[in-house]
């Protein structure tokens, strides 16, 4: 049993193992070639990796060849994939919503496509959740980076020149990400308000110690799945949520914005007449900038400077906490992988009927498989492929689906 582990693309610097997850691999058996400079921009050098037992390929063509596991961070490349033997097992955050021409491909190249983000949210597989590790990381730096921007000090300071009043941090959605961004916002002494649609958020909104903020009428009541995402509200709960919302946040000095939908664009939350009433010098952090953003003029990996003094944010993911964020991503791939392998012949046994499996798969023997993509299911690889880009992160992050 070979496992491959690709690099990506320069702008994703996280690794999709680190060497306590090489090591564990070759405990199950499995030979782990890396391909060359995969971990480098992670803080893990080649011999690092060799150091803990893996092979080191010079590129992804030679690290993919014979491999039954590929993994990555980000989806594969026409390219590599095209390295993959079929019935390869490639695992990755693959984001498939609307990318009906990289599902093709996948099937084409007739791997078994599996995407970490859509692992259940339930008891057994809350190791592999690669949305809640990667979007605790996100909220954590939300609040790092408004800080960073910010030009006044977060907690209250009683000084003999006078006091220092607190600053006041508004976090839109109260997911993984929300809610570690309220913890971080917290631990640095703001006074902290928050968001969401789903009523179970108040409870643990006010546990943080942060002020709950929502129109709460019986629409807010019934807003949540079985499963515990939001639903899109109504356009006429819509508009009263942004009456309150566009008052309050004239009061604040940062926002944090983490509203994600699966499948559909960011939801706008903050347009432009709520940041123009923001004082100048205000901060504003849009964690779901790749699917356009829940903040108007939210430019990706870009800071946005607005004629009235306020500091938009728009760093796309991660990335500049490479290190914790691949170490936390690769455990969660491990945790995945080991229940894929027969412990006792030290072989792939992928039971194709777990649970698990079922919700992660995309592509199985030249067929898009997952039942989420409806008449895309019935495409196989017969049908061309068009190349596209690899997707990016919500992260997201991530991120984390709905809400971050």
């Given at each position: ?199 179970a958020a108040k409870e ?113 993911n991660v990335g500049r ?15 995945f992988v080991e229940t ?65």
């Amino acid at each position: 049993m070979r496992i491959a582990v690709l690099s990506d693309a320069p702008s994703e610097t996280r690794v999709a193992a680190v060497p306590e997850t090489v090591k564990k691999y070759l405990g199950l058996g499995a030979s782990v070639v890396v391909q060359a400079g995969a971990g480098t921009a992670a803080g893990v050098p080649d011999a690092e990796f060799e150091a803990a037992g893996a092979g080191i390929a010079p590129d992804a063509a030679s690290a993919a060849r014979e491999a039954d596991i590929v993994l990555k961070v980000r989806r594969p490349s026409p390219a590599e994939l095209a390295a993959c033997k079929p019935g390869a097992l490639v695992i990755a955050i693959m984001d498939p919503h609307g990318n009906e021409a990289a599902l093709r491909a996948a099937a084409e190249a007739r791997v078994a496509a599996f995407a970490m983000e859509l692992m259940p949210r339930i008891t057994r597989a809350q190791v592999m959740d690669v949305l809640s590790s990667q979007a605790n990381l996100a909220g954590y730096r939300a609040v790092i980076d408004a800080a960073a921007e910010y030009g006044r000090a977060l907690p209250m300071m009683m000084t003999a020149a006078g006091t220092v009043p607190a600053a006041r941090i508004f976090v839109m959605g109260a997911g993984v990400a929300g809610l570690q961004a309220i913890a971080t916002a917290r631990r640095l002494g703001a006074v902290v308000t928050a968001t969401d649609v789903r009523p179970a958020a108040k409870e643990q909104v006010e546990s943080l110690g942060a002020k709950f903020i929502a129109v709460e009428d019986e629409e807010f009541r019934q807003a949540e799945t079985a499963g515990g995402y939001a639903k899109e509200m109504s356009a006429e709960y819509r508009r009263k949520q942004a009456e309150l919302v566009a008052s309050h946040i004239a009061k604040q000095d940062i926002v944090i914005t983490t509203a994600l939908i699966p499948g559909r664009p960011a939801p706008k939350l903050v347009s432009g007449e709520m940041i123009a009433s923001m004082k100048p010098g205000s901060v504003l952090v849009d964690l779901a900038v790749e699917r356009g953003g829940n903040v108007d003029g939210a430019k990706a990996d870009e800071l946005v400077t607005t004629a009235n003094g306020v500091k938009i944010v728009g760093y796309s993911n991660v990335g500049r906490l490479a290190a914790t964020a691949s170490s936390l991503y690769a455990r969660n791939l491990y945790a995945f992988v080991e229940t894929l392998v027969d412990k006792a012949s030290k072989s792939l046994a992928v039971n194709w009927d777990d649970e698990l499996v079922k919700a992660t798969l995309l592509t199985r023997d030249g067929q898009i498989v997952h039942p989420l993509f409806g008449t895309a299911a019935q495409q196989t690889a017969s049908q061309p492929a068009v190349a596209t880009a690899p997707a990016g992160a919500e992260a997201p992050s991530r991120e984390d689906a709905v809400t971050l």
